[in-house]
């Protein structure tokens, strides 16, 4: 993680939906990678694959359970926290870390809340909780003060900010390093359509500014510069010919051979 130490427990604020869900396998995938960088997961390693994937066995998703008649109760029940907080004293299944993640942490009541309060203030040190919640005071003070807020790089949609990511993908792309631009293209490769459309059109503008002197280059040059321009607009396009965005973005990690318009 970027952070000087790893925290034992974080909160993604942010509506709930696809993108708020993606950024918090992102940060589970972060917690368990074997080599993050930058609080980034490198994408690659096993615990990474299995993450995404949605079957790695130390990452416990808690949620409200189903009733009598099939549909989920209105909380999530202190029961439910108690039994992950007794479950978080056994060590990982493969990780180094076990993450407990509560997509709907502001759905808990206050008796799960004090239950969960009581794991934060002593977790072994192998447990990472992760909360994601709309607003942030829907949860009790002494739960917020012992937790990492993460909502401070995310737009009113969840997602990452747009200036983030872009200097995220320049950074990448000026490294000399085919690795780092795969990384970048293999998280953004689960963004919707639209979120896709939208930060290639922000990339777009971002080199266009990089060309007219209203922005530093990275260490780019001129000549590259002009070829990715015209890279993402054909990347544009391909979206519109509804091309998914994983393949969009697996054209951008392999940038060279973009020229060769393999669809």
């Known amino acids: ?9 974080y909160l993604l604020v942010g509506p709930e939906g696809p993108e708020r869900d993606a950024q918090a396998t992102r940060l589970a995938a972060a917690l ?40 989920r109760k209105q909380e999530i029940l202190v029961d439910q926290i108690r039994a992950a907080a007794a479950d978080a004293v ?41 909360l994601c919640a709309a607003a942030a005071d829907a949860l009790l003070p002494t739960v917020r003060s012992r937790v990492v807020r993460r ?3 995310l ?15 320049l950074d990448a792309a000026a490294s000399g390093k085919p690795s780092e631009l795969a990384r970048w293209c293999f998280l953004r490769s689960r963004l919707g359509r639209e979120e896709a459309d939208e930060l290639l ?29 015209t890279a993402l607009a054909e990347l544009r396009e391909y979206l519109r010919r509804n091309i998914s965005p994983k393949q969009v973005f697996g054209l951008l990690a392999v940038e060279n051979d973009l020229r060769n318009d393999t669809i």
Request: charged share 30%; with cysteine; aromatic share 2%.
């Open 155 to 169: 737009r009113d949609d969840g997602l990452p900010a747009l200036s983030e990511l872009c200097q995220g993908y």
């Open 1 to 9: 993680m970027a952070e000087q130490r790893l925290s034992h427990a």
């Open 201 to 229: 059109a922000e990339l777009e503008t971002a080199l266009g500014d990089i060309l007219c002197g209203r922005r530093s280059d990275p260490g780019l040059g001129r000549e590259r510069l002009l070829s990715l321009l």
């Open 90 to 130: 056994v060590a990982p299944n493969e990780a180094e870390r076990k993450v407990y993640l509560i997509r709907e942490a502001d759905r808990m009541n206050e008796k799960a809340q004090n239950a969960l309060l009581k794991a934060l203030e002593d977790p072994p040190g192998h447990a990472c909780f992760l």
């Open 32 to 71: 368990l990678c074997r080599s993050p960088k930058n609080g980034e997961p490198c994408g690659e390693c096993r615990d990474c694959r299995k993450v995404f994937e949605g079957v790695h066995p130390d990452v416990i998703p808690i949620e409200r359970v189903l009733g009598d008649k099939g549909r």
């Open 151 to 153: 909502d401070g790089s």
